[in-house]
């Protein structure tokens, strides 16, 4: 798994070097110093995971993630800093390590990723997409669905859940949007942004929308918008 380490701070990110030492399974692929440098080496790199600063001169770590389109890499805050921990969780971020850097905390983390990308499984052992009449067992509290895929017309981010809507329910799960993503056939869903996931089949209309982006209308009444960038992957995916 390719890791980008973003920190102003060089010993920081050599302290951290040294801490994954100790997790062979995270390869450091990259540094950048700020998150100008960051991006320039999102596209060359494609990392799996950013491990990333919250206070940086110019653009901020919450301001940087908040910014990228998705398909995101999964992000580790590793930062002197706890008031910012909740902002982090809303945007959807795996975990938020205080610095200095406890390696149970960090080993810790690695865990968590390992249980949300099944790093330590062999391809074999992973899930198999969900095709379109599949069921899947849906559970809030004390309330049960038995659901068929094709029926779910929108997912939602919520922090480190994902809000399901189908039929006349929206239950909570405490499931990452980007773990289901890995579940769901990518012909029958497709990451509108961030924050949502939207089922193609549900959609009864698109509209133009700023900056070159578009909204789309969903059956029921949703209405979803597309970035610039996800509203031009769309075009080249249901173009003929």
């Given at each position: 798994?390719?890791?980008?380490?973003?920190?102003?701070?060089?010993?920081?990110?050599?302290?951290?070097?040294?801490?994954?030492?100790?997790?062979?399974?995270?390869?450091?692929?990259?540094?950048?110093?700020?998150?100008?440098?960051?991006?320039?080496?999102?596209?060359?790199?494609?990392?799996?995971?950013?491990?990333?600063?919250?206070?940086?001169?110019?653009?901020?770590?919450?301001?940087?993630?908040?910014?990228?389109?998705?398909?995101?890499?999964?992000?580790?805050?590793?930062?002197?800093?706890?008031?910012?921990?909740?902002?982090?969780?809303?945007?959807?971020?795996?975990?938020?390590?205080?610095?200095?850097?406890?390696?149970?905390?960090?080993a810790t983390a690695v865990e968590k990723l390992r249980d949300r990308t099944g790093a330590a499984a062999q391809p074999a052992d992973r899930p198999a997409r969900l095709a379109p009449d599949d069921k899947v067992f849906v559970r809030e509290g004390e309330r049960c669905w038995f659901v068929e895929v094709k029926s779910i017309r929108l997912l939602e981010s919520e922090g480190n859940y994902t809000r399901v809507h189908f039929?006349?329910?929206?239950?909570?799960?405490?499931?990452?949007?980007?773990?289901?993503?890995e579940r769901l056939d990518p012909r029958s869903f497709f990451r509108a942004n961030r924050r949502q996931i939207i089922n193609l089949q549900w959609i009864d209309g698109i509209e133009p929308w700023f900056s070159g982006g578009l909204l789309v209308q969903l059956k029921g009444g949703a209405k979803v918008e597309l970035s610039r960038r996800q509203a031009q992957e769309f075009r080249d995916k249901m173009s003929l």
């Open positions: 798994m390719k890791a980008l380490l973003v920190d102003d701070e060089r010993l920081a990110r050599s302290e951290l070097r040294r801490l994954l030492a100790a997790h062979p399974e995270i390869v450091i692929a990259g540094e950048a110093a700020n998150p100008m440098q960051a991006r320039e080496q999102l596209g060359a790199l494609q990392p799996d995971l950013i491990f990333l600063d919250v206070q940086m001169p110019g653009e901020n770590g919450l301001e940087f993630l908040a910014s990228l389109e998705p398909p995101v890499p999964h992000v580790i805050f590793t930062t002197a800093y706890d008031e910012f921990a909740v902002k982090a969780f809303d945007l959807n971020a795996l975990d938020y390590l205080l610095k200095p850097v406890d390696p149970a905390r960090l039929a006349d329910a929206q239950p909570q799960l405490f499931r990452s949007l980007n773990a289901m993503e």
